[in-house]
């Protein structure tokens, strides 16, 4: 084969289950998403962290006053910082699966952004990862102004909470990646009910955010340690405390690897998609 031919030759195509094909060529599409939702950065500040304040303000001083403390590893604590530690995880949960699902798929296939980006020297694969990134930085948004919040309303005052803005963050990135699995198989809008019934609410009731697992049957409490709430929730709640978790590594590791095969996951069935 000559050279004219190999220079003439397309770039070999990755199989659907080949390894990430990753560059710096993805800041160009997150500085893109960016720009786009710094004109609406405060309606969306205030949609995002409305709802879980009134969770927490609902719950955790209503009902707070009907429970009182709550035992978390033989100590009592008040059941407002209980709730405030599960509720700050289950934000970021939200806020990065919102992203990844509903404005992802905008980009993807309502408004072909995807299909325009690709046509300058941007691969796919590198608009996968700009859009996981991006959604875990609406979750990091999101549960800093939730945080900031919560110490002025000294819920919690522990230098710890700087640990658990790292641990929220990583949250953020394994709930993105997950989601863009679904975002992946979406035909449109309305399937995203199946990840939001069959999937995030009952991780929501089943992770320990608004009561302790060890209330739960021995059968359902081995279904929780499963799921990757569960393990950010495990993280965070001692941070509050002014506590180190018990078996972080292990709590690490499980959203480690549920972040790195989802995204796997998520960029195979992308790339399925579009090649079809």
């Known amino acids: 084969m000559t050279d004219k031919t190999l220079a003439s030759s397309p770039p070999a195509t990755p199989s659907l289950w080949g390894p990430p094909r990753l560059s710096m060529r993805w800041w160009p599409v997150f500085l893109r998403n960016f720009l786009v939702w710094k004109k609406l950065a405060l309606p969306s500040l205030i949609g995002n962290i409305a709802e879980p304040l009134i969770w927490l303000v609902a719950f955790g001083y209503g009902m707070g006053a009907l429970i009182g403390q709550v035992n ?9 910082l209980f709730l405030a530690s599960g509720s700050v995880c289950l934000s970021a949960m939200q806020a990065a699966s919102f992203e990844a ?12 952004t995807w299909d325009g980006i690709m046509n300058a020297p941007v691969g796919l694969d590198d608009i996968v990862l700009a859009e996981m990134l991006w959604a875990s930085f609406k979750s990091i948004f999101t549960v800093t102004a939730i945080l900031l919040v919560m110490v002025v309303l000294q819920i919690s005052l522990s230098p710890k909470l700087l640990v658990a803005w790292w641990v929220l963050a990583a949250t ?13 198989l979406a035909k449109g809008y309305d399937f995203f009910t199946y ?3 069959l999937f995030m609410t009952p991780m929501m009731f089943l992770s320990g955010v608004f009561f302790p697992l060890e209330q739960l049957p021995g059968a359902v409490q081995a279904v929780a340690q499963w799921l990757p709430l569960s393990h950010a929730v495990a993280l965070v709640r ?8 018990d078996a972080a590594w292990l ?7 549920y972040a790195v095969g989802a995204f796997w996951i998520a960029l195979a069935l992308t790339r399925r998609r579009f090649r079809s």
Not at 101 to 112: D, E, G, K, V
């Open 251 to 257: 709590h690490l590791g499980v959203l480690a690897a």
């Open 238 to 245: 001692p941070l509050f405390m002014d506590r180190w978790p």
């Open 101 to 112: 699902l509903y404005s992802a798929f905008s980009r993807m296939q309502i408004q072909r």
């Open 195 to 197: 990840y939001f019934t």
């Open 172 to 184: 953020g990135i394994t709930f993105s990646s997950i989601a863009l699995i679904f975002n992946a």
């Open 72 to 80: 978390v590893q033989g100590t009592q604590v008040p059941y407002i």
